[in-house]
């Protein structure tokens, strides 16, 4: 699966780091972005149908194991990794923290309906994952991450991120009765400029990880790139395994694999520009980046195989008829 989004991204952090803006222009890109994520997040609450997240809501078992893998089991991977002692502490803080951002929307359900799987399902657990991610996830930074050192979190923080992600999407919820129409009109070109706004957030990042300089070795970034993998290989595994433990069908195993082993780029960037307000976010965010490009080149494969096999039990029932 073609994803030019992720290509945009990397051209921006391409971008920030070899012509970040300096003086002025910082303190004016610093407001532009602010206002952008604001936006951003109005926008998702706009277009989330509320009567269709409740529909979903049912199936109670299945968004439990999702929401358990999303901010449970990574959180403790997140936990052991940020005490890594030969680590950068900015790279480890960053490692932690993609453990703790919300599952993605888009790409959890497109990888669910390739695979065959418990579409409405992921729609729900995705989206309700988001939305839950944009108060749970500053809560577990505060209550995981250290409070002192390269970027300390406190109440203050907590307090931006309700007032420039949770608040926006609360007033587009309550925007439905006028927005709603204009939304599902525009959706395409809504999509491209959701995409902006990440990458305006992208390219201010890497612009502030190069004014304040490089803290982490080649051999540091290759091992983070490894640890990454290695995290995404780990929770690929668990969450088929763990559906099938628990007895869930085939559809529900699919649903649970791709949505709970994601983390959100989309989410998680803009997060992270206001919880470490201040601090060099470059090198925090980039795990997330590596994780991202990641997740979607093994999950590109997984839901193919997946595809694949449900055409091959589908062609096998077909004959023994």
């Known amino acids: 699966m073609r994803d030019p ?30 206002i952008a994520i604001f936006l951003l997040f109005f926008g998702y609450g706009a277009r989330l149908s509320t009567s269709e997240a409740w529909a ?9 194991t999702i929401f358990a893998c999303t901010f449970v089991v990574f959180p403790v991977i997140g936990l052991g990794l940020l005490h890594l002692p030969w680590y950068s502490p900015a790279l480890a803080l960053g490692l932690a923290f993609l453990t703790l951002v919300p599952s993605t929307v888009q790409s959890s359900i497109t990888f ?8 409405a399902g992921a729609i729900v657990s995705a989206t309700t994952s988001n939305l839950l ?17 390269v970027a300390p979190i406190g109440w203050g ?13 609360i007033i587009g919820q309550l ?23 990440i990458c305006l957030v992208v390219y201010g990042a890497f612009g502030d990880f190069r004014r304040n300089g490089i803290t982490a070795t080649g051999t540091e970034l290759l091992v983070m790139l490894v640890l990454c993998l290695v995290i995404l290989a780990f929770m690929l595994a668990f969450t088929r395994q763990l559906a099938r433990v628990l007895g869930f069908d085939r ?4 649903a649970i694999v791709f949505c709970g082993t994601k983390k959100s780029l989309a989410t998680g960037i ?10 060099s976010v470059g090198l925090i965010v980039f795990p997330l980046m590596a994780f991202h490009t990641l997740q979607l080149i093994a999950c590109t494969i997984i839901a193919q195989r997946y595809a694949m096999r449900d055409g091959e039990d589908s062609s096998e029932s077909s004959k023994t008829r």
């Not at 925007?175 to 706004?197: E, H, I, P, T």
């Not at 803009?270 to 601090?279: H, R, S």
């Open 5 to 34: 989004f992720l290509l945009y991204i990397l051209l921006s952090a391409l971008a920030g780091f070899l012509l970040p803006v300096s003086g002025a222009a910082t303190d004016v890109l610093d407001w532009v972005t602010k």
């Open 56 to 64: 979903g809501l049912k199936h109670w078992r299945l968004h439990l």
């Open 112 to 119: 669910t309906s390739i695979a065959g799987g418990n579409i």
């Open 133 to 149: 991610g944009v108060v749970l996830t500053p809560l577990l930074v505060m209550a995981l991450l250290p409070t002192t050192g």
């Open 157 to 169: 923080s907590f307090g931006a991120v309700m007032v420039q992600l949770l608040l926006p999407f």
């Open 175 to 197: 925007s439905r009765r006028w927005s709603a129409d204009f939304m599902a009109r525009n959706r395409k070109k809504l999509r491209w400029l959701d995409q902006g706004v």
């Open 251 to 254: 559809s529900d195993e699919i």
């Open 270 to 279: 803009p997060m992270a520009t206001v919880l470490f307000a201040g601090q």
